[in-house]
């Protein structure tokens, strides 16, 4: 058990080079993601849930735009700061509507910092919580991800009316 430990030390070493990673607490983090999975499956199959044989085109679909929408608002959003703000230092605007922040701490602390401000990252956890809510409770679960993905529809209609009256003056 020695030998591999140390074997696991010298390539996180290796792979971090002159960069300290938190990859003990990304190590964590994944560990942590398998368990909600299994947890859920667990929880399901102990209910009585039957797994969907498929998922209809119209779910993934408006899961996916709820997905994007939602995980950009835990990760960028200024009204969601609170949530990211133990973990990160603001730094600005990035875009309209969202915050620049930079990850603040060490282990744990950085690793759920990267995660929590990374809207590609958070996707994961958003997508599986869809998902989940479509074996649990698909009703709430559609109706949820509905007004996430018209308030993701509206974003892109804003867009659309500020490029509009620029083009227009």
């Known amino acids: 058990m020695t030998s591999i430990v140390h074997t696991v030390s010298e390539e996180e070493r290796e792979y971090e080079g002159d960069a300290s990673r938190p990859t003990g607490s990304y190590v964590v983090t994944l560990a942590a993601y398998g368990a909600c999975v299994a947890a859920l499956g667990a929880l399901a199959r102990r209910r009585g849930r039957p797994l969907p044989e498929s998922v209809s085109p119209w779910d993934l679909a408006l899961v996916s735009a709820s997905t994007h ?101």
């Open 69 to 169: 929408k939602l995980s950009r608002l835990i990760a960028k959003d200024p009204v969601a700061s609170p949530l990211r703000f133990p973990f990160t230092r603001f730094k600005g605007a990035s875009a309209p509507a969202e915050l620049h922040e930079e990850v603040r701490g060490k282990g744990a602390r950085h690793a759920i910092g990267e995660l929590i401000t990374c809207p590609f990252c958070v996707a994961q956890w958003v997508a599986t919580a869809h998902v989940a809510g479509l074996v649990f409770a698909p009703r709430a679960t559609r109706l949820g991800a509905a007004t996430m993905t018209a308030v993701g529809l509206s974003d892109w209609l804003q867009f659309g009316y500020a490029w509009l009256q620029q083009r227009a003056q």
